[in-house]
């Protein structure tokens, strides 16, 4: 009793005060009474579960703080566009943050080890995947990472395949480095989407090097399955592909679905992949710019740090700090903030169906992302501009997903209810005022 007595207070004090003084100090006084760190630390994080509550409905003034989310548009407009959320981050983050300021020494830095023992705990622990410190190269973000594999596994005049629609990196980089791009386009079967795997196959060529997979997908929300995506990488170890997976937004799934790492389905597929991850959309922290990358083989690390030489950084130091605290200390935050994001789904869905019929929403499985489909609306092509100057509402224009994206525009629900309500609310008047 009195152990967790003090072990509260020190914790209230904040997490990294307990950790580096609460341990040293309570072992010098109590010696092998005390229990060993890691129960410490499970003591802890039950006492900080236990006294946050985190307040997503609290809305936050963004717009004069150089946000790329909210700068664009005029004053009067919602930004529900560039996936980013409008919450505070966890914290844990912000006290770490705090802390390591007030260093006030900010030199050249590496990743610390720390971190990397963090990422093999919590691929061991969601996924049963075993990876090494080695198989680690950090980022900036998943975006540099994409443009490294295109470097670094294609060259000038090779194809890259990718699965419009889809987030428009994927399509337009491999193209701005002098790559061909092939494109067979996920197949819509009512409110969902399927791969033609037909398709699929019949768009690679001997010239086809590399597929940069999408899972969780952005935009159409969808969680593969084991089957389908087992079904992927037969093809590609088939034709000897390798495989690009963006699985940026793996934490913001709900229930009942679940990420499955593709890498993760044999050892074969494993030496064929390049897994892209990282904590900026799952804790929002994507100004801090960390990222890494999960390489098993080591011909394809080779590859990777040979046409990433000179051109990658040492590392944010604030990036790791963040990322660290988030992977330690934020899955309470976390659990919240997909429980939040969940009653944003559902409440979009319901307002869609109820007031705007006529647009149609895809299934959500993953992400803050809603792929709306505007076509019965008959607002011509791009439904982003009438929304946008109708209802100062600013979503992201379908198109630029490339095929299929026509008459679709991407909503962000990573906001707080109320500003959400607003702009449907916004929506539904435009479309009845004309």
Not at 58 to 65: A, D, G, I, M, S
Not at 83 to 110: C, E, T, W
Not at 138 to 146: K, M, N
Not at 148 to 156: E, H, K, V
Request: glycine share 6%; charged share 20%.
């Amino acid at each position: 009793m009195g152990a967790r007595f003090f072990i509260r207070i020190f914790h209230l004090m904040g997490v990294h005060i307990f950790q580096l003084m609460g341990v040293h100090i309570f072992h010098s006084v109590i010696g092998d009474c005390w229990p060993p760190l890691h129960a410490l630390q499970g003591m802890a994080c039950d006492l900080y579960a236990g006294c946050v509550k985190y307040d997503f409905d609290q809305t936050v003034e963004r717009r004069y703080t150089d946000s790329i989310k909210w700068a664009l548009y005029p004053p009067d407009v919602i930004p529900l566009w560039v996936a980013d959320m409008d919450f505070v981050s966890a914290d844990p983050i912000i006290q770490a943050l705090n802390n390591r300021a007030k260093h006030r020494v900010f030199g050249y830095n590496r990743p610390p080890q720390a971190l990397a023992l963090a990422l093999q705990s919590r691929m061991q622990q969601l996924y049963g995947w075993e990876i090494s410190g080695r198989d680690l190269e950090f980022l900036p973000g998943i975006v540099t990472g994409i443009n490294i594999a295109i470097q670094a596994y294609t060259s000038p005049g090779e194809s890259v395949l990718a699965q419009p629609p889809v987030y428009f990196h994927f399509l337009r980089d491999p193209v701005h480095h002098g790559r061909l791009l092939q494109d067979p386009p996920l197949v819509r079967n009512g409110d969902t989407y399927e791969i033609d795997f037909d398709l699929f196959e019949r768009a690679i060529t001997d010239n086809t090097k590399l597929f940069i997979l999408c899972n969780p997908h952005n935009p159409v929300g969808r969680v593969y399955t084991r089957a389908e995506l087992e079904t992927l990488a037969d093809i590609c170890l088939r034709h000897s592909l390798i495989i690009c997976s963006d699985e940026i937004h793996c934490d913001l799934v709900f229930p009942p679905y679940k990420h499955i790492p593709i890498a993760t389905l044999s050892p074969e597929v494993e030496a064929q992949t390049v897994t892209l991850m990282a904590p900026s959309k799952t804790y929002n922290i994507a100004g801090l710019e960390c990222g890494y990358a999960l390489i098993k083989n080591q011909k394809l690390r080779n590859r990777w740090k040979e046409y990433s030489y000179g051109i990658i950084p040492h590392g944010n130091i604030m990036g790791f700090v963040a990322a660290l605290a988030a992977l330690q200390d934020g899955q309470e935050w976390l659990d919240q903030v997909v429980e939040y994001l969940l009653g944003n789904r559902d409440f979009l869905l319901k307002y869609l169906s109820e007031n705007i019929p006529l647009i149609r929403a895809c299934e959500i499985e993953a992400t803050y992302l809603a792929w709306l489909d505007c076509t019965d609306l008959g607002l011509g092509e791009n439904p982003s501009r009438f929304f946008l100057d109708k209802a100062c509402v600013a979503m992201s224009d379908g198109e630029e997903f490339g095929k299929g994206g026509k008459n679709f525009v991407r909503l962000n629900f990573a906001c707080p209810k109320i500003r959400l309500n607003e702009a449907l609310d916004r929506m539904k008047n435009a479309l009845k005022n004309g």
